[in-house]
């Protein structure tokens, strides 16, 4: 494996984070490098990333736009008459 002039910086910089550490936690630290380069050790259960799990609170819980549209708008705090675009 090539190291190239950058990512050496990068461990320095990461060096000058962590070399303050305690000797315990160095190791520990090592270990969990270690095992994250493993080819057996065991993966973490795949996170969903899909879009829908951005939106949980606009789940469909069966309320029309219309009536989305005309709660939002009786919650406002403001008076002003929204004018069309027509």
Do not use: C
């Not at 270990?31 to 606009?58: C, M, Q, T, Y």
């Not at 989305?68 to 002003?80: E, K």
Request: net charge positive; no cysteine.
């Amino acid at each position: 494996m090539k190291v190239y002039k950058f990512n050496v910086k990068i461990l320095d910089t990461w060096w000058t984070l962590l070399k303050n550490l305690s000797d315990d936690l160095k190791l520990e630290l090592a270990s969990r490098l270690i095992d994250s380069i493993k080819k057996d050790s065991p993966k973490p259960p795949p996170v969903n990333n899909g879009w829908e799990s951005l939106f949980g609170a606009w789940k469909n819980d069966g309320t029309s736009a219309e009536e989305l549209i005309d709660f939002v708008r009786s919650s406002r705090l403001s008076n002003r008459k929204i004018e069309s675009f027509d």
